[in-house]
């Protein structure tokens, strides 16, 4: 009985490790990002594509309020998986450090600056009693002194740098797929390509425009686009990755 409530313990308090040097709510928190829907990254030579599964739950609820992809700052982008709601409390800081920096410096923040900064606020909350950590993780993309960088933040704190990356559920599918077909080489488009494809995978081989939510950030012009439900219906069909119902509705 007496262990048990030693394991209650550790289990309930952020601030404490258990005796195998564990934070049990830290495991927790990643918990809460798998029960997320899917994230994607892919770093290219051209520059970054973030892609997301938002499926919607209800076909009562309008699609464009399902928000997995934001813009950061002009030059960076970050989409999530986990808590909707942590997610935008961390993306809401992320664009007041990108404006400090603005406003101090004269400059646009670097994105591996800007990760740490999200990243030093997320640890904050594995150490303070009273709180507890982020059910969320971010894929943070950007175009940083003319070079694409990718990164990845974890409720615990810790910062990641990637190639390409998903979070979210089905993670080790995804990153299995994106480790066995993605390429040094690609273009943009071969990103998004790549990216549309992982997402497939978990799905059926098929997707529908208005359940993907897909925006690059491209080295050349160093800006933030995200695509409309034209052009991500465009580039489904020509990766014939279209649902079927969908092109028997359009027809």
């Known amino acids: 009985m007496q262990g048990q409530q030693q394991q209650q313990a550790y289990d309930r308090g952020i601030t404490i490790f258990s ?30 594509v973030l892609a997301v599964d938002k ?20 030059h960076v ?27 101090r410096y004269g ?32 894929i943070v993309g950007g175009v940083e002194n003319g070079e694409a960088r990718l990164f990845e933040t974890d409720p615990s704190g ?9 979070v979210g559920s089905d993670r080790g599918e995804l990153q299995e797929y994106l480790e066995e077909n993605y390429d040094d080489e690609a273009d943009l488009d071969g990103g998004i390509s790549l990216a549309l494809d992982a997402l497939a995978s978990v799905n059926d081989g098929s997707l529908l425009p208005n359940e993907v939510g ?4 491209d080295v050349e012009t160093e ?5 409309d439900y034209d052009r991500i219906e465009s580039h489904l069909d020509e990766n014939d990755l279209l649902d079927d119902g969908e092109a028997e509705t359009d027809e």
């Open 19 to 48: 005796p195998d040097g564990r934070l049990y709510q830290v495991e927790y928190a990643r918990e809460a990002v798998k029960r997320g829907t899917a994230s994607i990254g892919v770093r290219t030579s051209d520059g970054v």
């Open 55 to 74: 499926r919607v739950p209800s076909p009562l609820l309008e699609d464009s309020s399902v928000e997995k992809i934001h813009k950061a700052d002009s």
């Open 77 to 103: 982008g970050i989409a999530s998986a986990g808590h909707v709601a942590d997610a935008r409390q961390l993306i809401d800081f992320a664009r007041r450090q990108a404006q400090v920096n603005q406003l």
């Open 107 to 138: 400059e646009p923040v670097g994105v591996e600056t800007l990760t740490k900064e999200v990243t030093d606020h997320i640890q904050q909350y594995t150490q303070v009693g009273g709180a507890r950590p982020f059910g969320v993780a971010l």
């Open 158 to 166: 810790t910062p990641y740098e990637w190639k390409a990356l998903a």
């Open 214 to 217: 897909l925006a690059t950030i």
């Open 223 to 227: 800006r933030f686009e995200q695509f």
